[in-house]
């Protein structure tokens, strides 16, 4: 029996990545470590709270104290760590937050892994890995050809993009120093159910569904490469168990759109299905996002050729399940954007 820690695990990739393995694996452990911010919520995971394979433990990745006694207590053997603020809006106003939970959060977690893992100088009990889920955007902007690859230099731009770079080099030097067996993996955009209204993607479906302005950045020609959540969870499965120590792994749907495509796509889905007056109508073109990334495009060769791993779900496919997940939990999406949400809306999109 293998235990996994998760951390972040009551958000959109990290719940999708536990219900994903108890799926595919009858013989692991999950023990979820979530501080359940505003994007943490426990209503994603109840398809399988009650497995006695998991155990979801409150608390704050940056408390070393908790970290340090949560791998004494239950035997981790390997660390997939999601928990992170995740939104780059966010780290515009407040990346004093972004710093002390992607950073020296991450740093909390490879110290805890570091001392119960280490058998002696350079050595590790056998089977252990800690995986940082990073992004593309530490990568920085592509103009209209190329493609990230592994060995493209770090760029970020926002807050959050370079919060997420730091603790990259943080778990990368933690893998040169110390040895400690590690994988990176940087994935594109992400797409799916349970995702926080605050990103493209839901807060689009939301806004027209209450036919509300859909406030497109700019020109709205800025490109995403759109993948489904369970494929990129997918991904990850494969990189925690072959992917090779030290590694770094990129992820990414072959599936590049600009952004005013992808909330024409919604609107017309909508539209047809819905409400025939949900069309282009609400599109409003608003201010700019500040230092916004033009386009980010992924070359995934590198896992596909050692680890066999390619996307399954087809964005037609994807998009559609998504905007039926949405149409069908309309209660969770009031639930969510009750309370905080408001502010937060007010305060991002009342000037604009
Ligand atoms: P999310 O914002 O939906 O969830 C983040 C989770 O982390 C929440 O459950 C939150 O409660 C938890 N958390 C936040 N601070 C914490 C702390 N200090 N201690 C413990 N838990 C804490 O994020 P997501 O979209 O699911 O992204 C998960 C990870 O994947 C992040 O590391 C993100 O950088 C990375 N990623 C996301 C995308 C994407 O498109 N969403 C793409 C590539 C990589
Ligand atoms: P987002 O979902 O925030 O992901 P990221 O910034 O991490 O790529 O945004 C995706 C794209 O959509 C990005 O180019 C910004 C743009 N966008 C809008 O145009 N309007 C919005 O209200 C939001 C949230 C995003």
């Not at 893992?117 to 103009?143: C, N």
């Not at 993996?185 to 806004?207: A, D, W």
Request: proline share 4%; with cysteine.
């Amino acid at each position: 029996m293998v235990t996994i820690l998760v951390t972040g695990g009551a958000g959109f990739i990290g719940s999708a990545f536990i219900k994903y393995m108890f799926k595919n694996h009858g013989d692991i452990q999950i023990v979820n470590l979530d501080l359940l911010t505003y994007a943490g919520n426990l209503e994603n995971l109840k398809s399988i709270e009650k497995d006695e394979r998991y155990r979801f433990v409150h608390g704050d990745i940056c408390d070393r104290e908790l970290v340090s006694g949560l791998f004494k207590s239950s035997a981790i053997d390997s660390v997939v760590h999601f928990a992170a603020e995740s939104h780059v809006d966010r780290s515009i106003r407040t990346p004093d937050v972004f710093v002390k939970t992607n950073v020296l959060g991450t740093l909390s977690l490879l110290d805890a892994a570091k001392a119960a893992w280490q058998t002696g100088e350079d050595a590790y009990k056998p089977g252990v890995k800690f995986v940082q889920v990073s992004t593309d955007e530490v990568y920085g902007s592509l103009g209209a050809e190329g493609f990230f690859t592994e060995n493209t230099p770090l760029d970020p731009h926002s807050p959050y993009s370079a919060s997420k770079a730091a603790a990259d080099l943080m778990v990368k030097a933690y893998a040169d120093t110390y040895k400690l067996p590690v994988n990176i993996t940087r994935c594109s955009n992400n797409y799916g159910p349970y995702q926080f209204p605050e990103k493209l993607i839901p807060l689009m479906i939301n806004n027209a569904l209450a036919h509300k302005p859909l406030p497109v950045y700019g020109d709205g020609l800025q490109i995403r490469d759109w993948l489904f959540v369970d494929d990129h969870c997918k991904a990850i499965e494969m990189v925690l168990r072959n992917g090779r120590p030290g590694e770094v792994y990129n992820i990414g749907g072959h599936n590049e759109r600009t952004n005013i495509t992808i909330v024409k796509t919604i609107l017309e889905y909508l539209g047809r299905n819905v409400d025939a007056s949900i069309d282009e109508t609400l599109i409003r073109n608003v201010q700019d996002r500040k230092g916004h990334d033009r386009r980010y495009g992924i070359d995934s060769a590198k896992i596909t050729a050692e680890l066999g791993w390619t996307p399954e779900t087809g964005f037609e496919t994807g998009i559609v399940k998504t905007i039926d997940w949405y149409l069908s939990n309309k209660d969770w999406m009031e639930r969510v954007t009750s309370g905080e949400y408001q502010h937060y809306y007010e305060a991002v999109y009342g000037g604009k």
